[in-house]
């Protein structure tokens, strides 16, 4: 039989991304001297793992790589070499190749071996380097003349069905030297009591030899915590130590029993209370994935509605065979039931998709590591709120623009620590990365006790970019806003991290693609605040229901500023036929929606229909409507998946009555208006009194 | 796994059992339940182990299982040319005397 191990790779993949994420928060921690010496084991223990998969599942450069990598990592959980700052450096930086080499296989692009060979000859020399003598001493065991090893190995009942193998154990331990064993089967029950996947014998082994004990905990590495293990070392026999005692009578076990302790504790000899630390349990998004992990109480509450659903339905069948008008009342209770359940059904599916914050959230440490060391700056970064659950969908895009803005407050935000003294702050500048549901939205805080926004330099700097009038009178929240205008920057440096006036407008099209809207607080001197605001969710969205002839559309909600009667002094019209809505102390172009969208109507007089003012991409439209018809939740569906691309179509949602109803794509709509790139619906006849 | 004989109620009868090409996790509970029918009608047991190219920790424990309350019953046990691998498994884990299996090769 032969086993497709294609199945396992993306499995394989995704839980190293899982590892890789552990060694980096572990490491961080290690960084700021906040971990203990667990935190190396973890690290340790991750890597072991993508060594393993990577030779198991085809990946020789990952694993080759990754060897090295737990190599030097081995040296430093045996206390046989310090950990620095330099090592931590370099081992973020394997990491980072990892991740690499991971999502380069993912996609099946070209692993970059240049990168990956520098740094492994990094690793290598720092593996040829000899070790600390401090640290050296810290093991006298390890480095005392031994003749071998007495390992006392019990394995807990349940290893064995955890893939485990004594034999093969076993067979390794001997290509390190000979093997003495002795098994106590003394525990064994009878075979009609015997659960034979379950084991129960023990086993005393002399290995004799020069073997390392890194070479014998390399054989148990994949036990840890399904056994009871000792090893000792057998001293020379001019030393005092541990002597094996295999006539030891049976009677003595009671007492050598007490010696005994689970692996941890062994391969663990320093080990303290670990750091409870919820960094480790988060995870890093890698590259966008295409399966998701769900908590088993989310398929159980889903699995409990469906139930339910069941007993509705059911009941209301029985109520449809035998109906009379007397049991209206009953047949009313019961479809009431049946809207309760969907929603809750609806709810409970939606929640599957739902992840929490903390995966966006989890790349800020390493990057604030990364920047204050470049930049010398001292930066302590306070998440708060990190279980919020978004969509994934959702999570996976906003990624990007939370880097930016994170970025912007680490480079403009935070003085260096100097100014910040000078100016009476704390050496350390803070970061705060906050996140909670308002309102069917999740709100995403950026802020930052750093030297604030300067509004007279921005407005500045937009008079000088011929954004605003030199004479302008502008509220500070618009002069802030000025700060998403493409190409506008206010750094008086350009760094590598920010400053090129790139992409603060990308950062708030991307927000604004997403349904959600970003603003900008601050007080100079003091602090800046960005908040984020977002849908939960992609696939249910707020629409305005318009009616325009005979079709509905729909106009999400997050896109209408407002919705009035026409005036029709405020009318006038440009050449080119272009009308325009002065709208206070604005100028909107309007857009006869019939025609975008070739669609026949009776209302083609401005003084029958309703505008409704509309946003997005920064441009402002004016839609003409027949008439506005209310507003309801809508579940998207794609029109490029069941269709193919519109252009001003988002998608397409079915109505209560079973009609598909189009979402309008605002920015888009307003695109292909203004490019007049549609077809003006044929036996139209316009009449409009159109002030000049 | 292949055996030559089914339980059968004539306690005298001798019984041989093919242990086939391998004892693992994966027919661990198989051989468990056979076995168990065996003891109560055998008055002696051949295990033909030539065969055998895998045997894993959990087939060396149910057949050291078996033999000890073979020998409570007093049931015989004899190998017949117990395979390198099956020898090689019992000596590397220490239970070859548990098994009973003949030192010499």
């Not at chain 1, 490491?27 to 198991?56: M, P, Q, V, Y």
């Not at chain 1, 409990?304 to 059911?314: D, R």
């Not at chain 1, 978004?390 to 480079?411: A, C, F, Q, Y």
């Not at chain 2, 029918?37 to 060396?60: Q, Y």
Request: charged share 25%; with cysteine; glycine share 8%.
């Amino acid at each position: 039989m032969t086993i497709d191990m294609e199945q396992f790779k993306s499995t394989y993949i995704e839980e190293s991304h899982e590892g890789l994420e552990v060694m980096e928060s572990k490491l961080l921690e290690l960084d700021s001297g906040t971990a203990d010496k667990e935190a190396i084991n973890s690290i340790f223990r991750a890597a072991h793992s993508i060594k393993g998969g990577g030779a198991t599942f085809g990946f020789a450069d990952i694993s080759d790589f990754t060897h090295v990598v737990e190599t030097l990592l081995d040296e430093i959980r045996n206390g046989k070499r310090d950990i620095n700052h330099e090592a931590i450096v370099l081992f973020l930086t394997s990491v980072d190749v990892i991740r690499d080499m991971l999502t380069a296989s993912q996609q099946g692009i070209e692993i970059d071996q240049a990168r990956a060979s520098e740094v492994k000859q990094q690793l290598e020399k720092m593996l040829d380097t000899p070790s600390d003598d401090t640290a050296t001493a810290a093991e006298p065991e390890d480095n005392c003349s031994t003749s071998g090893w007495k390992i006392h190995f019990v394995p807990f009942p349940e290893m064995l069905a955890r893939g485990n193998d004594v034999v093969r154990m076993l067979r390794e331990l001997e290509d390190l030297g000979t093997l003495d064993v002795k098994a106590d089967v003394a525990k064994l029950p009878a075979l009609e009591d015997l659960n034979p996947e379950e084991c129960h014998i023990g086993w005393d082994i002399i290995l004799s030899g020069t073997a390392t004990r890194d070479q014998i905990n390399e054989i148990f590495v994949w036990v840890e915590g399904d056994c009871e293990l000792t090893i000792t070392p057998l001293l020379d026999t001019n030393q005092s130590g541990s002597v094996p005692d295999h006539d030891a009578k049976p009677e003595n076990k009671a007492d050598n029993a007490a010696d005994v302790t689970p692996i941890k504790q062994v391969l663990q000899p320093k080990q303290t209370p670990l750091n409870a630390s919820p960094a480790a349990e988060r995870r890093v998004p890698g590259t966008e994935s295409s399966s998701i992990r769900v908590d088993i109480e989310k398929i159980d509450a889903l699995i409990n509605m469906v139930g339910e659903l069941v007993i509705t339905q059911s009941m209301l069948s029985q109520l449809g065979e035998d109906f009379d008008m007397s049991r209206c009342e009953k047949l009313l209770h019961g479809l009431g039931q049946l809207e309760r359940n969907t929603r809750e059904l609806q709810e409970s599916v939606m929640r599957i998709r739902m992840i929490p914050i903390s995966f966006a959230f989890n790349r800020f440490p390493r990057m604030i590591h990364d920047m204050c060391g470049k930049f010398g700056k001292k930066i302590e970064l306070k998440l708060t709120g990190e279980s919020t659950e978004l969509d994934k969908t959702v999570m996976e895009k906003i990624g990007d623009p939370l880097v930016h803005l994170v970025r912007n407050s680490l480079d403009h935000g935070i003085e260096l620590p100097d100014l910040r003294v000078a100016a009476g702050k704390p050496e350390f500048g803070t970061v705060h990365l906050n996140a909670y549901h308002q309102g069917g939205n999740i709100v995403i805080e950026i802020t930052d006790d750093g030297a604030g926004l300067n509004k007279d330099k921005i407005f500045a700097k937009a008079v000088e970019k011929g954004l605003v009038e030199s004479g302008a009178v502008l509220q500070d929240e618009k002069i802030y806003e000025l700060l998403f205008q493409p190409g506008f920057s206010t750094a008086e440096q350009v760094t590598d991290i920010s400053g090129r006036g790139v992409g603060m407008d990308v950062v708030k099209k991307n927000i604004q693609a997403l349904g959600g809207s970003v603003e900008v607080a601050t007080e100079l001197g003091s602090w800046t605040k960005f908040n984020i605001r977002l849908p939960l969710t992609l696939a249910i969205l707020d629409g305005q229901l318009i009616c325009v002839g005979k079709e509905t559309y729909i106009i999400p909600l997050i896109s209408i500023i407002e919705s009035l009667q026409i005036d029709q002094k405020s009318v006038s019209a440009i050449a080119g036929k272009a009308e325009l809505y002065k709208l206070r102390d604005e100028y909107i172009p309007i857009i006869r929606f019939h025609h975008v969208f070739g669609v026949h109507t009776d209302t083609l007089s401005l003084d029958d229909g309703l505008l409704v003012v509309v946003e997005g991409n920064g441009s402002k439209a004016a839609l003409l409507v027949d008439d506005l018809l209310g507003q309801q939740q809508v579940v998207i569906k794609s029109l490029e998946t069941n269709f193919k691309k519109v252009d001003g179509v988002s998608g397409a949602t079915i109505l209560g009555d079973g009609t598909v109803a189009l979402i309008l794509d605002v920015a888009g709509l307003i695109r292909v208006a203004q490019n007049g790139k549609f077809q003006q619906p044929r036996n139209i006849i316009e009449n409009d009194g159109v002030a000049a | 796994m292949t055996n030559q004989d089914d339980a059968t109620p004539n306690k005298t009868k001798s019984h041989v059992i093919n242990c086939g090409e391998f004892i693992d996790i994966t027919v661990v509970m198989e051989w468990r339940n056979k076995l168990l029918k065996i003891l109560p009608v055998a008055s002696d047991v051949v295990l033909e182990a030539s065969d055998i190219e895998r045997i894993d920790t959990t087939g060396l424990q149910v057949l050291i299982a078996f033999i000890k309350d073979a020998n409570v019953k007093g049931i015989s046990i004899t190998w017949l040319v117990p395979s390198d691998v099956m020898r090689n498994a019992a000596r590397l884990t220490g239970l070859t005397d548990a098994l009973e299996l003949p030192n010499a090769v």
